[in-house]
């Protein structure tokens, strides 16, 4: 313990009652957030014992496993930072008791999915596991400790787990804090290292301060202060939703212009240059697509929804979810058109994909736009030929078939995938670039055009490729808002 009476470097009112200096964090949930996030802790803390406890063990076993290139998650970078602190201060376990209870602080890094049931299916967020990971907290916890949500919750979440803790736990005292994470997958570990800022939310008692002060020590360690930023809970946890909804907007303002630019033959890339330079606007988040991906940004947004409808807001509501809508016509407008295209029927054609990432440096696939486009061109019968450098096949078809009303053989007969990109290609009458990975320039495309059924159609969902470089070769080629 310490007592803080002034706090000259950061940017924080002075914390004026005892703030913990934290020895010991467990976070619940070793998925894509709290893998990467806990391995960064504990690297620039080596003071700190970082424990991250799953309920599954395959996930656990695969961090410990000695052969880093086995570790569940794909993020360069990662296995560097796992080799340096695990087995020093980083440990991974399934006994999730033993680190609730040794813990000052403990991340809850749980999935909050859409709901699939119930008040608010398809668009609440699902907090089944964070509430059990709360009423396990509460039922093991001895001594005081510092809950924080590190999950993307919907705004006032922070109250049912208060609410929780606080009514079912063994007397001990709790802080909640919000400390949205903002890392963006294939970028995880720069985005660690080097965050554009840390936001902490917290009660604004003095208990609740000092507990914010406890976490901006940990962060402290390598961020400057003047990146960390504190507010109340509510204002933290709405943040992330709108720092994601913002994010999105921008993808679906590009990519309905790329519609435009489609119909007029202007070229999105030049008007996304064009207007990008304007300081106001700014490059980033430009890139015309066949749609966003990702665990974030739908789920995110349709959470933002269902609280605006709540709360009878119903305009807002409808302005964020056209959002969603355009998202959802960009996947359909690129499968139709493939469909269009190929003289308006696909049955029995092979379609090759190139990627089903939802985006490039990550093996992650929730709601990747392959997985719908896949969908739509196996309603006309397609045979689809999937090739991704690190999506499992397993990977491939719990996906499909997780979307689709199709049984599971029959998605089988019409979805195989290649580990070889020439043999997935090899005879195929289009491919469809859904993912943006970089070793797909490099290919050879004069031996791939050789090998296809003729004519050879190329659909550039991430205009990823160079047209004119393929158009020279024979190949038709249709990229995003071109
Ligand atoms: C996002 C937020 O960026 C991150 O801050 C938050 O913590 C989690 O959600 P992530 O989902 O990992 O991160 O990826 P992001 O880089 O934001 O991309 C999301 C989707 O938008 C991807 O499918 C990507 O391909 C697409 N996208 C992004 C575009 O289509 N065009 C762009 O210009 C940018
Ligand atoms: P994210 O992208 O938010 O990190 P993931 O699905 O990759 O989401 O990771 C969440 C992890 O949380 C999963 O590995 C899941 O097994 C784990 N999990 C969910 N509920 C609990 C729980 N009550 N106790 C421990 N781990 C849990």
Avoid at 83 to 98: K, W
Avoid at 380 to 389: R, S
Wanted: aromatic share 8%; proline share 3%; with cysteine.
């Amino acid at each position: 313990m310490s007592v803080e009476t002034t706090s000259p470097t950061t940017n924080q009112q002075p914390a004026t009652t005892i703030h913990k200096k934290i020895k010991s964090i467990c976070c619940i949930g070793a998925g894509y957030v709290g893998g990467p996030t806990m391995s960064v802790i504990a690297q620039k803390n080596p003071d700190i014992k970082v424990t991250v406890v799953d309920l599954n063990e395959q996930r656990i076993a695969d961090w410990n496993d000695a052969d880093l290139s086995k570790l569940p998650i794909f993020e360069p970078g990662l296995d560097a930072v796992v080799e340096e602190a695990r087995g020093r201060n980083l440990f991974f376990s399934t006994d999730v008791n033993q680190a609730i209870a040794e813990a000052d602080m403990i991340f809850i890094s749980v999935n909050t999915p859409t709901k699939t049931y119930g008040a608010g299916k398809g668009m609440a967020a699902d907090l089944k596991y964070v509430e059990l990971c709360a009423r396990q907290i509460a039922e093991v916890a001895t001594s005081d400790k510092i809950v924080v949500e590190k999950s993307t919750l919907p705004v006032k979440t922070a109250q049912a787990i208060k609410s929780i803790l606080d009514n079912t736990g063994n007397g001990v005292k709790f802080q909640i804090l919000s400390n949205p994470e903002f890392l963006a997958e294939g970028t995880a570990m720069t985005d660690l290292a080097n965050p554009d800022r840390v936001l902490i939310g917290g009660d604004q008692t003095p208990e609740g301060k000092a507990a914010i002060q406890s976490l901006v020590d940990v962060y402290g360690a390598w961020v400057p202060q003047a990146q960390i930023i504190t507010t109340n809970l509510w204002s933290s946890e709405l943040s992330k939703l709108v720092a994601n909804a913002f994010l999105a907007q921008r993808v679906s303002s590009i990519n309905a212009i790329s519609e435009l630019c489609e119909a007029t033959q202007a070229n999105v890339e030049e008007v996304a240059r064009a207007i990008g330079m304007d300081s106001r606007i700014g490059p980033k988040f430009l890139k015309a697509s066949v749609g966003f991906g990702g665990s974030c940004f739908q789920k995110d947004i349709l959470n933002l929804v269902y609280i605006s409808k709540s709360l009878g807001l119903n305009e807002v509501a409808d302005y964020w979810e056209q959002v969603i809508i355009m998202n959802n016509h960009q996947r359909d407008r690129f499968a139709n058109n493939i469909v269009s295209t190929l003289y308006n029927t696909v049955s029995g054609k092979k379609i090759a994909f190139l990627g089903w990432a939802f985006k490039k440096d990550t093996n992650d696939t929730r709601e990747s736009a392959a997985i719908y486009v896949a969908d739509r061109l196996i309603d006309e019968q397609a045979q689809i030929y999937v090739y991704d450098p690190k999506v499992s096949a397993k990977q491939m078809q719990a996906d499909l078939n997780y979307l689709s009303t199709r049984t599971e053989t029959e998605n089988a007969k019409y979805l195989q995938t290649q580990t070889d990109p020439y043999k997935a290609v090899e005879g195929a009458h289009a491919i469809a670039v859904l993912t943006e990975w970089d070793e797909f320039k490099s290919y050879d495309w004069q031996k791939i055009y050789d090998n296809m059924s003729k004519p050879a159609f190329v659909f550039d969902g991430r205009n990823v490729l160079n047209q004119e470089a393929l158009e020279a070769i024979g190949f038709q080629v249709q990229s995003i808002g071109k």
